[in-house]
């Protein structure tokens, strides 16, 4: 999965806090406040993260609402599955990835263990 780009990444941010179907106009304002967007490049990247499969697009009135098809949480973790993927020893990487973990970060990798391993077998 290749990772998103700059202008995909701030549309994405901003549907995934928001947590509602949000219109282009909304986007646009919001990245206003920081930087200078054109409303159509935002229409075209939402477009185009729609034929990717991210967002989800639904007529609202004259206006497309768009919501993410996936979380934030689920986003991360196609990233992490694809850098350990690049590995030609994964169990290595993941030995070193876990090693550069915080003690919060090793509990909660330690609970998802669990809840997995309890998990019916496929």
Do not use: C
């Not at 919501?67 to 290595?92: F, K």
């Amino acid at each position: 999965m290749r990772r998103l780009g700059e202008l995909e990444a701030e549309i994405m941010d901003r549907l995934w806090a928001w947590r509602r179907p949000t219109t282009v106009r909304e986007i646009v304002d919001d990245i206003n406040v920081q930087r200078p967007v054109a409303y159509t490049t935002v229409m075209t990247v939402a477009g185009i993260l729609y034929n990717k499969g991210w967002l989800l697009r639904a007529k609202e009135g004259r206006a497309w609402v768009y919501s993410p098809v996936r979380s934030r949480e689920e986003y991360t973790a196609a990233l992490m599955e694809d850098a350990l993927g690049t590995s030609d020893d994964r169990p290595a990487a993941l030995a070193h990835f876990v090693r550069q973990m915080g003690p919060e970060e090793v509990n909660a990798l330690r609970k998802a263990l669990r809840a997995a391993g309890k998990r019916p077998q496929a």
